[in-house]
């Protein structure tokens, strides 16, 4: 089965405060990717980072930071130091082989930094 | 520069008709995609075409039927509108998933509001 879970559907918090989106994910392949995307209130999708299969660094950017773990089939995000400007809905996705050229998408969190 | 252009951004229209949604991109990919966003947020792939060939075809209704006259360009058409086809519509772009080395890979279009009445 090929498939991504992001068991927060919605997610609260005040500014400032640090808040992790989790997203497990299932696939049979070896190689794959996996991103992150926000879609803020105006609907775009913003693509925030992809993630190579045999790449298992956990990687920040800025206040965004990323823990891949194979081995737990994870791929959870963390923003540090939130802000009302992060409030958004946030899809973790899969592509789910070299071979395959498309995405699925988890069920997404929302998230609502308040200030 | 917009990478993925789609228009309309917002389509009403009456059960029954027939619409269409244009896609154009000018990164230079090899692959298009159409995704559905339904009222619940969930995003699901439609169709991809590969150098204008059907690649992907996730059991959509053949009322709907993309169109690729080239490699830059993915239309959807949509025949006999239903209210359930009330949807975002995404377009979509990439290189060969075994090809996308540094680039991000999927870049989306902003999306088609359609609302059928």
């Known amino acids: 089965a090929q498939k991504v879970t992001q068991a927060q559907t919605e997610i609260s918090v005040v500014e400032k405060e640090d808040v992790t989106l989790d997203c497990v994910y299932e696939t049979r392949d070896t190689t794959y990717y996996l991103f992150w995307y926000k879609q803020p209130p105006s609907g775009e999708l913003v693509f925030l980072i992809r993630?190579?299969?045999?790449?298992?660094q956990n990687e920040i950017s800025g206040r965004y930071s990323w823990n891949f773990q194979k081995s737990t089939s994870s791929f959870n995000f963390t923003i540090t130091a939130s802000q009302v400007v992060d409030s958004a809905v946030y899809f973790c996705?899969?592509?789910?082989?070299?071979?395959?050229?498309?995405?699925?998408f988890g069920t997404g969190t929302r998230l609502q930094v308040f200030p | 520069d917009t990478a993925v252009s789609q228009t309309p951004k917002y389509l009403v229209t009456q059960m029954g008709n027939d619409k269409s949604i244009k896609c154009e991109q000018n990164l230079g990919h090899d692959t298009m995609y159409w995704y559905k966003q339904d009222s619940k947020k969930f995003l699901k792939i439609m169709f991809s075409y590969n150098n204008k060939e059907l690649i992907i075809n996730e059991t959509v209704p053949n009322r709907f039927s993309p169109k690729s006259p080239d490699k830059a360009h993915l239309n959807l058409h949509i025949n006999s509108l239903e209210l359930g086809d009330s949807a975002v519509y995404f377009c979509?772009?990439?290189?060969?998933?075994?090809?996308?080395?540094?680039?991000?890979?999927?870049?989306f279009g902003s999306g088609t509001r359609l609302t059928v009445v």
């Open positions: 993630r190579n299969s045999f790449d298992e």
């Open positions: 996705a899969l592509s789910p082989s070299y071979n395959t050229d498309k995405l699925i």
């Open positions: 979509a772009s990439s290189p060969a998933a075994s090809r996308m080395g540094r680039d991000k890979g999927y870049t």
